[in-house]
């Protein structure tokens, strides 16, 4: 999704990633928390969880060698109404957030720092976003028929190629395996303030080797206005009310022991009132995302996936005082997967085909690329010793071949204990915007068909440790960007020199007897090649979540603190503390209600100078789930 934006919030966009080193506070606060132990997600510990994101297979979460965080559906429903799927993610260890209003407005996420362009989005499998901007489009995306979330922090080029720089977040649609029994249906429906109604109905199955879902959802609310006077070119005090329906269909089937079909499609529709001068502009938006796959054993020891996906990313503006416009993206892709199990490990080797198609009102040169692609890995463990390496070769129809690889390796110290160390070569080609946009803003923001793909290689080192109810993680990480494409006073130039990502993850996790308790502590000190920091990127971010099981009530509290950002023209963005607190009380095995208030304290603040966040906002949801 790509909105017209003034000069202040297009430069800040998602380009411009960030470094420095760890102060001794912060790593003295890092220390204290692997003292204490675990990960963010320890409520899973007593249930092994399986990802797929981190290795392109199914893995055990506690036997990757990356940084992984999984958002699961319960924690979802638990902090979901009213959020869209960034501010979710904002909640979690090594992600922040810039955006551009309320919900259904555009929004930028960064992991570990890196800017928005450098976060690959995929939606079961299938890569998503604007190839304009090159970045992911998660405003569109409807939060009530996810499943799951995972997301991988650190490069993952040599897994899925350009913009996997800072990390992959992969969304998981919802699914019929494992419902048990031919209908299974679910219902929910929620009102809050802002003038928030929302509702999902679902109905799932599996049965005789077929199983299928079937979901549904509508989000509408008046919102807030998404500018304040402090947006000169924009400001309008009105509301920008958003809308949205969406619907979701998977459906699979076992054609006998060892293969399986499976096809899955969501679309999504909204409308949002924008900011864009006088008069009534709003943004009209189309997200469509599917694939067909096959998967099955060929021989004993070999796995192989053959799947078709695309996606589909539109945008239309209209009645703005800058001119109607249209930015929308098609991408298909084609994937033949392959998994060998040997003596040193599994064994993936891969062949994909990308094909990337753009139709916007801007006078474009080029409209269309595709990029060929090789990739083989080797994940294994022995003994004490557990490895990942991975190597793939992208072969682009603008920019010719690159290589990427990623070298991992973990070294059980002792039962509880682990450290890995890891380091990978990642890549990003200019987007469609960077090479042949025209701005009207001035020729700082105009496209250089001359760009080159930026480089980067990260290393990063990493503790894991796990003891009954406890677990923790500390993690180090040095990410350097060569050729960072950035703004300068003629239009997108390579800028010389490294951009530098450095900072410390500590994850703290309990889970015992009713109560789950997760913490995370992130340090950043961002660099640019030019000694500049990046704006809208915090030096410190940590969040507190505590939850309590009494009975048939659930009870919990989540806190968020965001540290002070530079944003555009010198100015600050203030530092900031929002609180959450939520109950649920299920009064019958199928039936439940929960309360849940954002934003407490009522906190204003600022994620890019000029837009709004809301404020205290109060949101009841009745559920209904067959068991």
């Known amino acids: 999704m790509q909105h017209l934006l003034s000069p202040w919030a297009q430069a800040a966009g998602v380009r411009l990633p960030a470094f420095a080193p760890m102060a001794a506070t912060a790593l003295a606060a890092a220390a204290l928390f692997a003292s204490m132990g675990a990960s963010a997600q320890a409520q899973q510990h007593q249930h092994p969880t399986t990802v797929v994101t981190a290795t392109r297979s199914a893995s055990a979460l506690d036997d990757t060698l990356a940084d992984v965080t999984v958002v699961t559906r319960a924690q979802i429903e638990s902090v979901g109404p009213g959020r869209s799927v960034a501010e979710i993610l904002q909640r979690m260890a090594g992600v922040q957030l810039s955006s551009y209003g309320g919900r259904g407005h555009l929004q930028s996420v960064f992991l570990r720092g890196a800017g928005g362009s450098h976060v690959l989005l995929l939606v079961d499998g299938v890569r998503y976003g604007s190839a304009t901007a090159a970045a992911p489009v998660l405003a569109n995306l409807p939060l009530e028929l996810i499943e799951r979330i995972e997301v991988v922090k650190g490069p993952a080029s040599a897994l899925y190629g350009s913009e996997a720089v800072g990390g992959v977040i992969q969304v998981f649609t919802k699914r019929g395996q494992g419902a048990g029994k031919p209908f299974v249906g679910n219902a929910e429906v929620t009102l809050g303030d802002y003038g928030h109604k929302s509702g999902a109905v679902g109905l799932r199955g599996e049965h005789n080797g077929w199983d299928y879902q079937l979901g549904v959802s509508r989000v509408t609310e008046h919102g807030l206005s998404a500018t304040n006077p402090h947006d000169v070119w924009n400001y309008d005090p009105d509301r920008d009310a958003f809308d949205q329906s969406a619907a979701q269909l998977a459906v699979g089937y076992a054609l006998n022991a060892d293969w399986r079909v499976q096809a899955q499609w969501l679309q999504s529709k909204g409308t949002v009132l924008l900011d864009e001068g006088a008069g009534n502009p709003y943004a009209d938006m189309r997200t469509e995302v599917g694939r067909v796959q096959l998967q099955g054993q060929v021989l004993a020891h070999w796995r192989s996936t053959l799947s078709v996906g695309e996606s589909t990313d539109k945008q239309i503006n209209l009645q703005s005082a800058y001119g109607d416009s249209r930015y929308n993206t098609r991408q298909t892709e084609y994937k033949w997967d392959n998994t060998l199990t040997t003596p040193l490990g599994v064994l993936l080797a891969g062949l994909e085909r990308l094909e990337q198609k753009i139709d916007t009102s801007d006078a474009f040169a080029v409209r269309q690329r595709s990029i060929n692609a090789a990739l083989l890995g080797l994940n294994g463990s022995q003994g004490r010793h557990s490895w990942q390496v991975n190597l793939r070769r992208d072969d682009n129809s603008q920019f010719g071949d690159f290589t990427t690889y990623g070298l991992s390796y973990g070294l059980q110290l002792l039962p509880s204990l682990r450290a890995y160390a890891a380091h990978g070569k990642s890549m990003r080609a200019p987007s469609f915007n960077d090479l042949y946009y025209v701005s009207a803003w001035g020729p700082q923001y105009n ?181």
């Open 447 to 627: 496209g250089n068909p001359n760009l080159r793909p930026e480089q980067g290689k990260n290393n990063e080192v990493g503790l894991q440790w796990r003891h009954e109810a406890h677990s923790a993680k500390l993690v180090r990480f040095d990410n350097k960007i060569e050729q960072l494409i950035a703004a300068s006073s003629t239009g997108m130039t390579n800028v010389a020199g490294t951009t530098r990502l450095k900072g410390w993850t500590a994850e703290y996790g309990f889970a015992h007897q009713g109560w789950a308790l997760a913490a995370a502590y992130d340090y950043l000190h961002a660099k640019q090649a030019n000694g500049q920091t990046p704006v809208r990127r915090a030096k410190h971010q940590a969040n507190l979540r505590v939850d309590k099981q009494l009975g048939a009530w659930t009870l919990g509290a989540s806190v968020l603190h965001v540290g002070s950002r530079p944003d555009i023209g010198n100015i600050t963005l203030a530092a900031y503390t929002s609180a959450d607190v939520h109950a649920q009380y299920q009064f019958t095995p199928e039936w439940s209600l929960q309360a849940r208030i954002a934003n407490v304290g009522n906190t204003r603040y600022e994620t890019a100078y000029g837009f709004n966040q809301l404020g205290r906002a109060g949101y009841l949801t009745l559920k209904w789930a067959m068991r």
